[in-house]
């Protein structure tokens, strides 16, 4: 069964908009959440991180939210950009599980 | 300075054959992660190395699976009598300790495929 899971596979933004990718968990002892960003034929690069003592962690262009009641958060992308077109995991940093993904394709 | 390196970067096999794969870690990265990514899947974990503590293999998918960290630093990933399921990108990271703070930083994998 999935402890972090990402519902959707894929996401298509017009650059210079809002992307907002979702993930949600299950296990309500999971504290500290992270995303990552992976082009292909590369290894995952930390994009943000939250802990779950903060409900928003903001770094630039991106900013995380966390939803502790609904075990869920969101990483959002403002303004969206050509060249962050890539896939986006969230993962949980007990055990480091991780999301299926979502493959973000910003349009120019 | 040197990321995570993993050699080979692609190996093809024939079923039942057994692989070596190799990760080298970022100097001075106590902790090792492995994890495999099959096609269209997320990053399942595998196994996790810490310092001289027992490592954590409960996300090994079975027995033919095994890894040893040498002298806390190099890794082997080694699949005995592969399967065609066994096929995907595995992937290594190192992390210089277990604070939440310090982020993980992955190498960029070896691409199996058993045919």
């Known amino acids: 069964d999935q402890q972090v899971k990402q519902n959707s596979p894929s996401l298509s933004v017009q650059e210079g908009r809002i992307s907002i990718l979702n993930c949600d968990y299950t296990n309500s002892m999971f504290d500290y959440f992270l995303w990552y960003k992976k082009y292909p034929a590369e290894g995952p690069t930390f994009l943000i991180s939250i802990s779950s003592i903060k409900d928003k962690n903001e770094d630039g262009r991106f900013t995380v939210f966390l939803n502790k009641s609904a075990k869920h958060l969101s990483l959002h992308i403002v303004p969206s950009q050509p060249g962050d077109s890539a896939v986006y995991f969230c993962?949980?940093?007990?055990?480091?599980?991780f999301g299926s993904g979502t493959k973000l394709n910003v349009k120019p | 300075g040197a990321g995570v390196s993993q050699s080979p970067s692609n190996k093809v096999t024939e079923k039942g054959k057994d692989v070596e794969l190799r990760c080298d870690p970022i100097s001075g990265h106590t902790a090792l992660y492995w994890y495999r990514q099959s096609l269209g899947q997320g990053l399942e974990f595998l196994i996790y190395f810490q310092g001289n503590s027992a490592p954590d293999k409960s996300g090994l998918p079975s027995d033919r699976f095994s890894a040893e960290r040498t002298g806390g630093s190099v890794s082997t990933l080694t699949i005995q009598r592969t399967q065609q399921e066994d096929s995907a990108v595995y992937l290594c990271?190192?992390?210089?300790?277990?604070?939440?703070?310090?982020?993980?930083?992955f190498g960029p994998g070896t691409r199996l495929l058993v045919l």
């Open positions: 990271a190192s992390r210089q300790a277990t604070d939440r703070g310090q982020t993980q930083y």
């Open positions: 993962a949980s940093f007990n055990k480091f599980y």
